[in-house]
């Protein structure tokens, strides 16, 4: 079981020695997981536990609320994913003012030294921390010969062999800005290959204008809260994951609907071949769902009325199973 504290002082005072990193971790890439996966490996061999420390919200948000870039993912989905990389624990530090004035030596010791008992601590080369950020992988190291902890650097993770359609090199490294340029341009196949994982969103499942319906393929709508970057508009072949855990094979709509004329943007997912009882039996309504995004069929059209409409969304029905469940 992955411990999850939410403040340091939860964490008990005979947890340790501990493995320590530090990160924002929106995404919990490639990148990210290279640097957990050596996390782990290092903690089992000197028989510590191994934890990381977030953020939330994300320091940029705090900072520049009206830049800050959207979040890849919610706080659970990112909990999940660090959960699967083997860790023992997490601590979510509540990003305050007060939290970004602390200096790279208070962060250290209050934090990482009298909290995590750490005794070794692995970090990306670009490490950032303390009050304005006054803190690098130097810093770190002269804290770590001060306090008693070690402190190892992770090189950058390439993405040799990854699909590229920018620049067509190989040599980038995974990121969660490659990821959102991926996503803004709906190009979830890239996405994936950074991620390590299909791009998620996860929300409540909301009542819409119920035009699926009446076209004759009923959607999930979820809430406009929902957590997870909201990649481009275009129609998706994905999966639906109900709360029961079951996935469900789907076409995910993005976009305002311009046939109708919307305005506000949607994400609303139809479930292929899904039971055949009636649409009440089939009730989605107030269920907390995630929508995973495999593959973009094509980008959003306005059509000349309904019937050109449905006519349309059979097609892409067709195509999303065909993808999906035929490989």
């Not at 997490?90 to 209050?110: H, I």
């Not at 079951?246 to 305005?263: E, L, Q, Y």
Request: charged fraction near 20%; hydrophobic fraction near 40%; proline fraction near 5%.
């Amino acid at each position: 079981m992955v411990h999850i504290w939410n403040d340091p002082t939860e964490v008990p005072e005979d947890f340790g020695p501990t493995v320590v990193t530090i990160g924002n971790f929106d995404g919990v890439h490639r990148g990210h997981q290279q640097v957990l996966s050596q996390l782990a490996a290092t903690a089992r061999q000197g028989n510590a536990r191994s934890v990381a420390v977030t953020f939330d919200p994300h320091p940029a948000q705090l900072h520049r609320p009206d830049s800050a870039p959207e979040l890849i993912m919610g706080l659970q989905d990112k909990l999940d994913a660090l959960a699967d990389t083997g860790l023992d624990a997490v601590l979510v530090m509540k990003y305050t003012l007060d939290l970004a004035a602390m200096t790279p030596e208070e962060f250290v010791g209050d934090i990482l030294v009298n909290s995590l008992h750490a005794a070794h601590v692995v970090v990306g080369h670009d490490l950032r921390f303390g009050a304005g950020n006054s803190g690098d992988v130097g810093t770190m190291q002269e804290l770590g010969h001060t306090l008693g902890f070690t402190v190892q650097v992770v090189n950058e993770f390439g993405a040799e062999g990854f699909p590229v359609h920018d620049d067509g090199g190989t040599d980038r490294r995974c990121s969660s800005t490659w990821v959102r340029e991926a996503l803004s341009e709906g190009d979830v196949v890239t996405a994936a290959a950074v991620l390590g994982r299909p791009h998620r969103m996860r929300g409540e499942v909301v009542h819409g204008a119920a035009r699926g319906r009446l076209l004759g393929f009923p959607t999930a709508n979820l809430s406009h809260d929902a957590t997870g970057y909201v990649p481009a508009d275009g129609i998706y072949a994905g999966w639906l994951v109900d709360e029961a855990g079951t996935r469900w094979p789907a076409a995910i709509s993005v976009g305002s609907n311009p046939t109708f004329d919307g305005v506000s943007r949607q994400v609303e997912a139809h479930v292929i071949d899904r039971p055949e009882e009636a649409v009440e039996a089939f009730d989605l309504y107030g269920q907390l769902i995630v929508v995973e995004f495999t593959e973009r069929l094509r980008g959003m059209v306005a059509y000349r009325g309904p019937e050109a409409l449905a006519e349309q969304i059979g097609l892409d029905v067709v195509q999303a199973r065909k993808l999906l469940l035929q490989g």
